[in-house]
């Protein structure tokens, strides 16, 4: 397991292939277009402006206040979303002929994949400070947890990315199940609605045991109070330390039987 | 003393095409935690047992520096999986014992992992990397790779506009002109016009002559004018290792002796 580790940081440390290998796939991505991954934040940005105009008028919320945290709690789900949905195919679809044809550890195929995301995710962030700034609530603090939880959730979703891809090589009806499972997700967690509309009880039920959520709230919190809920960064820290664990298990194990697996 | 091989099995399996839930997998599992105490029938189907290959049994050779292996066999004899043994892509079974020394290259359907709508620099850019070198060295090399495969002026070209043989030209040009100790070639000599082959061979010949070159191949004319030694395989047995005359003319009596 220590071997492993020490692998994973080896390959965090080569950055050159899969930070190729993501830049590869980004610029594929927007290929021919001129402002390439900007149409990403420029289209979310467009969406949430409407949805947070009409949602602040119906839950009777101020414009300038709602918006923001829809905006933060929205880009952190949409990078959830995007991180999973690619998870389930990375292994089966994307790098099938890669595994097929040549030995490459799976933690550089998952981290060049999740790096991808991240970069589209940085973009949101920064219009993120601008918001703050425009708002004027913006925290210096902020910025030191926003780059913890950066850290976390980095590591996490490549943890992640290869729990769910090898899971979803070896089982493949996971693929579609996990895409049931994600729109599901999305309605049970906090992000276009607040949490302290439910009762006590239901926030319970409901909120406090949704892992995601305290992802989301951990960004979220940061940003627009300056620092994160005790309750949501010990959650986050904690899966992140079980996400890593697992995932440096499923490697030692089944890294070499990937390629068994695709044929 | 290059690359030792000793023992080596390969048994995969052979995964059905039917779906995980109707297997022995969740519904069954699920069902049966349920069902605990009740006299389960026991069925025994036959058809539910994973099928194993064993695709490779009982390879043995060894190769010196500058050694050029042919590796022939009819489909389906084991040379492609041979190959991806070599270069770790796949896991033999315990016990089996692979030595190489020196760094290697696998080059293995290399064209499949290009990103097709991407420019010629950015894939030669990736595919090199891919293959384990540095990126500077990459960049400080590219125009000496594409000035090789006759491409410079291709350089801006979606990936995709390239017909077979120009694809070959480039993978062929980042594979020999950035060195490695090792070559796992399969089926990719073939590919090129005449006019580039024989700059290729020639630039082998003369630049990679330390180079130890396994090479997989239907050609019994490039295994001739390529290898000084072979092993042929038939049905993932090791047939013959040795002398490359002898060695097809073994080969052709298990072709002639399939035909009758």
């Not at chain 1, 976390?152 to 493949?172: E, G, M, Q, V, Y």
């Not at chain 2, 297997?23 to 105490?37: P, V, W």
Request: proline share 2%.
């Amino acid at each position: 397991m220590i071997n492993e580790f020490k692998n994973f940081l080896n390959i965090l440390n080569n950055h050159e292939l899969w930070l190729t290998m993501a830049r590869s796939k980004l610029r594929i991505r927007y290929l021919r277009t001129k402002l390439g991954p900007i149409w990403e934040i420029f289209g979310t940005c467009t969406l949430l402006l409407c949805i947070g105009f009409i949602w602040s008028k119906l839950w009777k919320e101020d414009f300038i206040n709602f918006f923001p945290y829809l905006f933060f709690g929205y880009i952190i789900w949409k990078t959830i979303v995007s991180v999973v949905n690619e998870a389930t195919m990375l292994f089966s679809e994307i790098y099938k002929n890669l595994l097929e044809n040549v030995y490459i550890h799976p933690f550089t195929l998952c981290i060049g994949i999740v790096c991808k995301n991240f970069i589209v995710l940085i973009g949101f962030i920064i219009c993120s400070f601008l918001i703050l700034i425009f708002t004027k609530k913006f925290f210096l603090l902020s910025t030191i947890f926003v780059i913890i939880f950066l850290f976390l959730f980095f590591i996490s979703a490549i943890s992640l990315t290869l729990l769910l891809a090898t899971l979803c090589l070896k089982f493949r009806d996971m693929q579609h199940a996990i895409n049931v499972i994600l729109s599901l997700v999305f309605f049970f967690t906090p992000v276009i609605w607040n949490a302290n509309q439910l009762s006590e009880v239901n926030k319970k039920i409901l909120v406090d045991t949704n892992i995601v959520y305290h992802y989301i709230e951990f960004f979220r919190s940061s940003l627009l109070f300056g620092h994160p809920e005790t309750k949501n960064f010990l959650v986050v820290l904690i899966s992140t330390l079980i996400l890593l664990i697992s995932s440096l298990y499923v490697s030692k194990k089944f890294s070499r039987k990937l390629t068994l697996w695709l044929i | 003393m290059k690359i030792k091989v000793e023992e080596l099995n390969l048994t995969y399996p052979i995964t059905p095409g039917e779906s995980f839930l109707k297997k022995k997998g969740l519904i069954e599992t699920f069902i049966d935690k349920f069902k605990k105490n009740k006299k389960k029938k026991i069925k025994i189907n036959p058809e539910n047992k994973h099928a194993k290959i064993n695709a490779l049994k009982n390879i043995n050779f060894q190769l010196e520096e500058g050694d050029k292996l042919g590796l022939v066999g009819l489909n389906g004899s084991g040379k492609s999986t041979l190959l991806k043994c070599l270069s770790g892509i796949l896991d033999p079974d315990l016990g089996s014992k692979i030595i190489i020394n020196g760094s290697y290259l696998p080059i293995i359907n290399p064209i499949n992992f290009s990103e097709q709508e991407d420019t010629v620099l950015n894939n030669l850019i990736l595919i090199a990397q891919i293959f384990g070198f540095k990126f500077n060295y990459v960049k400080e090399n590219a125009d000496l790779i594409l000035n090789f495969c006759e491409l410079t002026e291709y350089s801006n070209y979606p990936f995709q506009t390239l017909s077979t043989g120009m694809r070959f030209k480039l993978i062929f040009s980042i594979c020999f002109l950035l060195k490695r100790d090792n070559y796992f070639i399969d089926e990719f000599l073939t590919t090129g016009d005449e006019k580039f082959q024989n700059k290729g061979f020639k630039l082998i010949n003369e630049e990679m002559s330390d180079s130890t070159i396994v090479l997989c191949s239907h050609s019994q004319e490039i295994i001739k004018k390529f290898c000084n030694k072979i092993l042929v395989l038939n049905k993932g047995e090791q047939v013959f290792f040795g002398n490359t005359q002898k060695g097809l003319e073994c080969f052709n009596a298990i072709i002639n002796n399939n035909l009758k």
